[in-house]
């Protein structure tokens, strides 16, 4: 899955969306039908997502944080993508690999401690 980043957009951001979203009146000499509110309102999404660096169809409100903040997935080209998983799959075998250290020392330490007290116990035995 696509990680999620917060953005925050400018007041002239808002602004421009917030228009775009309003009511567009019918014009009698207009040929053809005008733009909806919800074309007018994606494209402005679409317009800001190119601008900043998201997918403007991922886009969610970040709740708590204000008009301002959003999250949304960043665009990224298929080779983007590809690299993006390449290192999360080394990165995640990196954390492994440093978990499965840290265990083996840690089981190493405790057989050495076992072995110590195995082997005081075996003098012990033997002494008259």
């Known amino acids: 899955m696509y990680p999620r980043i917060l953005y925050e957009i ?18 009698m000499l207009h ?3 005008p733009r909806s ?13 190119a601008r ?6 991922t886009v969610q409100p970040a709740p708590g944080r204000g008009d301002l903040f ?7 080209t298929p080779e983007q993508r590809d ?13 492994s690999i440093a978990k499965l ?3 083996i020392a840690a089981m190493q ?11 005081e116990e075996h003098e012990e035995e033997q002494l008259p």
């Open 10 to 27: 400018t007041p002239d951001d808002l602004k421009k969306l917030l228009d775009a979203m309003k009511p567009v009146p019918m014009i």
């Open 31 to 33: 040929l053809g039908r």
């Open 37 to 49: 509110q919800q074309e007018n309102a994606n494209a402005a999404w679409a317009e800001l997502g």
């Open 52 to 57: 900043m660096g998201f997918d403007a169809m």
């Open 70 to 76: 959003f999250t949304a997935v960043p665009s990224e």
């Open 83 to 95: 690299r993006r998983l390449t290192q999360e799959v080394a990165d995640r075998r990196a954390k």
């Open 101 to 103: 250290r840290l265990d």
């Open 109 to 119: 330490q405790t057989l050495a401690e076992e072995l110590a007290e195995c082997e």
